[in-house]
């Protein structure tokens, strides 16, 4: 036969057997587990369909009017069957079975296979948390992945995992939470800690050279520890620690005093923190090289953060005499002008005089105010023997003592 015929009439026969195909019978190239599976067959014949896995059990189908689609669920004993199909039309198969369609009259022309599949390739849902009590913690992982659920009892699935460094690679197998969940569970033991701006992270990885090793994974803010889950083909980055959100963060002035009598401040901002957390949580806050790091421990989650602040030096009240000499002691000279300086202080900070106690039934009245860092006082003519508060106060959380002067 010339090649050019040749390959007409194989064009022409596969068209042929195409052709008879699509009018004998029409059906999916793929079978799911638990999805209905329709059949159309074109002529007047009886459907046969045969589990080769399992071929004890044949099912039949006659079909008395060319065009009825027969409508077939596949399953295992485990699932549950398809909605609207009759029982009559269950037909009972594993993943990875090999399911054959022929017709009764003909059984040899027209034969069809397709292969059973757990399920359509689904998104994976990885979930990673963290459990444990005391200084014990595990990595707890739960996977939803129903191609992996291949039989009716709990299957496993290799999962690896590595913690911010690809080299220190470790395995696990987690297991079905039921028959037939898809759902995989599985816990691996890990020690998390945090101090100094770092997370140490230890856990067991497999060498190169298969010995097992503990060595440190040691994450330094802002970067936080990540798991990289590999699994079913896929990766996935999860949190190990979670950021702390930029809105909880910007509650937190970005200028405040921390030095000197300022101590407290830093109560101050974790009781800010603390709001968004449980009573119970631990809260960690600390400035390091301008920069505001907070750990919130919750149980056996960690949660972190770094806000940009300025520390401002603390304040100074002084008060100098016309000569710009210092005046100690606290008593002030009706008759003279004084100048008081809150040294470091602020132009949107604020000067004021206060007298203390009562003078004609008026109490602690602020004699006068300035804004800015400095005020001018010439104690007014009557005021002998009256005590004064000198405050300084602005809105970077502290603010110096108050002086309390006398004038004679
Ligand atoms: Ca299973």
């Not at 090649?3 to 004998?24: D, P, Y």
């Not at 291949?150 to 460094?165: A, G, K, R, S, V």
């Not at 937190?252 to 800010?272: N, Q, T």
Request: hydrophobic content about 40%.
């Amino acid at each position: 036969m010339k090649r050019g015929v040749f390959w007409c009439v194989l064009v022409v026969g596969i068209f042929i057997v195409e052709a008879g195909l699509s009018q004998t019978m029409e059906l999916g190239e793929v079978i799911y587990i638990g999805e209905s599976f329709p059949v159309i067959v074109n002529v007047e014949d009886t459907l046969v369909v045969l589990n080769l896995n399992n071929p004890a059990k044949v099912y039949e189908f006659k079909v008395d009017k060319p065009g009825t689609t027969i409508e077939l669920c596949f399953v295992r004993p485990c699932d549950h069957p398809c909605e609207g199909v009759p029982t009559e039309r269950i037909v009972l198969a594993n993943p990875g079975d090999q399911i054959l369609f022929v017709l009764k009259r003909n059984p040899q022309k027209d034969e069809v296979r397709r292969a059973v599949y757990r399920s359509r390739e689904e998104p994976l849902e990885v979930n990673l948390t963290l459990a444990g009590k005391d200084a014990k913690r595990y990595l707890c992982f739960k996977v939803e992945y129903k191609p992996a659920d291949l039989t009716c009892n709990p299957d496993t699935l290799p999962i690896e995992f590595f913690i911010h460094d690809e080299g220190k690679l470790a395995t696990l197998k987690l297991k079905e939470t039921g028959p037939a969940t898809g759902e995989f569970v599985g816990t691996y033991p890990v020690e998390i800690s945090y101090a100094e701006g770092k997370f140490t992270v230890r856990y067991e990885y497999e060498r190169a050279d298969s010995q097992k090793e503990l060595e440190p994974v040691v994450v330094a803010l802002p970067d936080l520890p990540k798991v990289t889950v590999r699994v079913g083909g896929a990766q996935f980055i999860l949190d190990l620690v979670t950021g702390i959100d930029t809105a909880v963060l910007n509650e937190v002035p970005s200028e405040f005093r921390l030095d000197g009598y300022c101590s407290f401040v830093l109560e101050f901002i974790r009781g800010i923190i603390q709001s968004h957390y449980a009573p119970t949580a631990e809260v960690f806050v600390e400035v390091r090289e301008g920069k505001l790091y907070v750990v919130v421990k919750d149980g056996c989650q960690y949660y972190a953060g770094i806000k940009d602040v300025k520390v401002l030096p603390p304040v100074q009240l002084v008060i100098k005499d016309e000569k710009g000499n210092v005046v100690r002691g606290g008593h002030l000279d009706a008759a003279k002008t004084y100048k008081i300086e809150a040294m470091n202080g602020l132009a949107d900070g604020c000067v004021l005089i206060v007298e203390l106690g009562c003078t004609d039934n008026k109490c602690c009245q602020t004699l006068r105010s300035a804004m800015g860092a400095f005020i001018e006082w010439a104690p007014e003519q009557g005021r002998e023997g009256k005590t004064f508060a000198i405050i300084y106060v602005d809105k970077y959380l502290c603010n110096p003592p108050a002086l309390i002067v006398t004038v004679y």
